[in-house]
């Protein structure tokens, strides 16, 4: 059974999607994929996931988290 939170599972299934293009472009395409498409609350709560821990998120979603804090 999985009991990784839904935010962690969805942001590295995100980032799949964008690892055939450079991390840069990746990251701030999975960004702006969270902006336009997550509700608020949910990137908050990544935001705050990341803040405590980076060992389940893929590395693009831990450059795109950084992204979204500005």
Same mark, same amino acid.
């Given at each position: 059974?999985? +009991?990784?939170?839904? #935010?962690? $599972? *969805? ?5 799949? #999607?964008? !690892? !055939? *293009?450079? /991390?840069?472009? /990746?990251?701030?395409?999975? /960004?702006? !994929?969270?902006?336009?498409?997550? @509700?608020?609350?949910?990137?908050? @709560?990544?935001? +705050? $996931? /990341?803040?405590?821990? +980076? ?12 992204? *979204?804090?500005?």
């Amino acid at each position: 059974m999985n +009991t990784m939170p839904p #935010q962690i $599972r *969805l942001a590295n299934d995100i980032a799949v #999607q964008f !690892h !055939h *293009l450079p /991390a840069g472009e /990746a990251a701030k395409a999975i /960004a702006n !994929h969270m902006r336009m498409f997550w @509700d608020p609350r949910m990137r908050a @709560d990544l935001v +705050t $996931r /990341a803040d405590s821990s +980076t060992a389940d998120l893929d590395p693009l979603v831990v450059e795109a988290v950084r992204i *979204l804090r500005g």
